[in-house]
């Protein structure tokens, strides 16, 4: 299984980017999903997640600008991040897991990353 992210890049303050992530492999759809971030200095943290059945879980810091979905037609999810802020600063990952969890523990494919710089 390969994950490839791409999306990121450097805006400005109140910009808008959307993050997709591409699957190989089959059963795309059978996995929950999920986007974690990692800032210089800090540990990775889930940024949001979504389950095989669409239920989904964000972190409370990106409630209400990012939003996160999946094609499971294409084997590709999607973060659409609105509103960006400086704190959104990150490397951002996407994972596979076979749970359902705010845990990067719980994920075991990961993509290798991409980044996002938000200038204000």
């Known amino acids: 299984v390969q994950l490839q992210a791409s999306g990121g890049g450097l805006v400005q303050a109140g910009a808008s980017l959307r993050l997709s992530c591409a699957a190989s492999?089959?059963?795309?759809?059978?996995?929950?999903m999920a986007w974690f971030r990692q800032a210089p200095g800090k540990q990775r943290e889930l940024v949001a997640a979504i389950s095989s059945g669409g239920r989904t879980n964000y972190a409370d810091s990106v409630k209400g600008r990012f939003t996160i979905s999946r094609d499971n037609a294409k084997n590709t999810m999607y973060l659409q991040m609105n509103n960006l802020k400086r704190e959104d600063t990150a490397v951002y990952y996407c994972?596979?897991?076979?749970?359902?969890?705010?845990?990067?523990?719980?994920?075991?494919?990961w993509g290798q990353g991409t980044e996002v710089t938000v200038s204000s």
């Open positions: 994972a596979r897991g076979p749970r359902f969890s705010s845990s990067v523990e719980d994920y075991n494919y």
């Open positions: 492999g089959r059963l795309f759809s059978f996995y929950d």
